[in-house]
């Protein structure tokens, strides 16, 4: 596997963006009065020490879902920040925010990946890949985290790792499209995954194949115009 780079942008940013409103969908009924907002400082102070930090917030009082979002929204703000120092703050206050749902829900899945991906844009691969494999300890079959292992793996130049992650998640994949907590997502990554274990030619002709049935399919145009652009 080779020039993956654009690849892995757009996974990480395509992920960060919908893991919330997969949350949404997961945790509909959960009770939503506490309207959360990033404290200003986050947003404008560019002065202040790292790491941030959240004294005047009860997490305890916090749901669940509110939790997720605040993590989701630091990674968002990172992704933008231009100021290292600010930046590594954003992470590791995602960080501290995964790990308070976490102890309140070990099974949490989303504080997880929301975790790994912090660690990960902080270069910090392997506790990136020890939050991943804790995740796989809490749920074995999911091959989300499966392929975040392949594509740590090889960001860090463990190719026969990446390999063998790969083809471990393109298993999980067709398993998990059956059950019903698949999700869009899923569907998505697999093609993605379909990309790098099989090529471009053989992914954009697999697209080809589902556009005959579902022409004007969004999302099945956006992957392959995806596909297309990819080296």
């Not at 945790?27 to 986050?42: A, C, G, R, T, V």
């Not at 005047?56 to 933008?80: D, P, T, W, Y």
């Amino acid at each position: 596997m080779k020039n993956t780079t654009v690849y892995l942008f757009m996974f990480l940013f395509f992920l960060i963006g919908c893991n919330s409103n997969m949350e949404k969908d997961v945790d509909s009924k959960q009770n939503n009065k506490n309207e959360l907002k990033l404290p200003q400082e986050i947003v404008n102070n560019k002065t202040s020490n790292y790491p941030y930090e959240y004294k005047e917030i009860n997490f305890q009082k916090i749901g669940l879902l509110e939790l997720n979002e605040m993590a989701v929204r630091l990674l968002e703000h990172s992704k933008i920040e231009s100021i290292q120092q600010v930046k590594d703050s954003l992470l590791g206050l995602t960080i501290i925010v995964s790990d308070k749902i976490i102890e309140r829900d070990s099974g949490y899945i989303y504080a997880y990946i929301n975790k790994s991906i912090a660690y990960s844009e902080m270069k910090r691969y392997e506790s990136a890949i020890e939050v991943l494999i804790e995740l796989k300890k809490q749920k074995p079959v999911y091959p989300d985290a499966t392929f975040r292992l392949g594509i740590i793996s090889e960001k860090t130049g463990n190719d026969s790792s990446a390999n063998s992650y790969y083809n471990k998640a393109f298993i999980e994949y067709q398993d998990y499209s059956k059950s019903p907590n698949a999700t869009a997502v899923d569907d998505i990554n697999f093609e993605f995954l379909y990309l790098l274990l099989y090529g471009k030619a053989k992914a954009i002709n697999r697209l080809d194949e589902k556009l005959i049935s579902y022409p004007n399919n969004p999302t099945y145009l956006m992957l392959k115009k995806s596909f297309q652009e990819f080296n």
